[in-house]
Every structure is written in structure tokens, then in C-alpha cells.
Nanobody, 124 residues
Framework: QVQLVESGGGLVQAGDSLRLSCAAS????????MGWFRQAPGKERDFVAAINWRGDSTDYADSVKGRFTISRDNAKNMMFLQMNSLKPEDTAVYYC?????????????????WGQGTLVTVSS
């Protein structure tokens, strides 16, 4: 099992970019499918993006396609979410997630390990 710690959140203006990072520690990191979820106040936690263990296959929520890019660097035990053209509706706590299942399973919400979350606030 691994531990996940997100960083990179903050307050930005609409149209700006932000890069989130997820640092993993522990065993079996390279065998994990990973992803990002977000939760706005009063709303459910929603899927954002997922990536397979090798890093060559990805899934995105329709709301972020063309704006967000998920990537990982297994040699550094890191995962990233590059967020461009941010909108106020992107405001949420963003969570790093991992699973021993497939990238597709993560996209469907199957998560075994969660990070603590990092807050992204987009002002208008």
C-alpha cells in the first residue's frame, strides 16, 4: 500500500493555469493505476482524470477534456495534473487516488488509497 500527498493547489484567476502534484511513498507504486477526483462544497466527489500504471493510457471527464492533462513519472513516484484555462466551476478540493485495479476501474470510482486533498480556488 502507498501513501499519497497532493500539493500545488491555490487561488488563481479564471483563464490561468495550475499544476497539481501527487507524491507517493511506500510499496508497489509502479503497479498502481492512479487518478484525480474533485469535490466542490455541497457536491459529490467527481472523477476528473485517470492514468494506467505504465502511463500510456488515460481517461478524462468530459468537463475537463482539452484543458487538463494527467501524467506520471514512476521513477520519481509522482503523478501530475496540468490544469489550463481554469474556470470558476473548477473550484474544488482535488484528491489524488490510487488502485491496484485498472485505469478504467479508477475512472469508474474504484479507489483504494486517497490523498488528503489540495484546494483549488478559481476566481472570476
Amino acid at each position: 500500500q502507498v501513501q499519497l500527498v497532493e500539493s500545488g493547489g491555490g487561488l488563481v484567476q479564471a483563464g490561468d493555469s495550475l499544476r497539481l502534484s501527487c507524491a507517493a511513498s511506500g510499496l508497489t507504486f509502479s503497479n498502481l493505476a492512479m487518478g484525480w477526483f474533485r469535490q466542490a462544497p455541497g457536491k459529490e466527489r467527481d472523477f476528473v482524470a485517470a492514468i494506467n500504471w505504465r502511463g500510456d493510457s488515460t481517461d478524462y471527464a468530459d468537463s475537463v477534456k482539452g484543458r487538463f492533462t494527467i501524467s506520471r513519472d514512476n521513477a520519481k513516484n509522482m503523478m501530475f495534473l496540468q490544469m489550463n484555462s481554469l474556470k470558476p466551476e473548477d473550484t474544488a478540493v482535488y484528491y489524488c487516488a490510487a488502485s491496484r485495479e485498472t485505469r478504467g476501474a479508477v475512472a469508474r470510482g474504484y479507489v483504494e488509497v486517497w490523498g488528503q486533498g489540495t484546494l483549488v480556488t478559481v476566481s472570476s
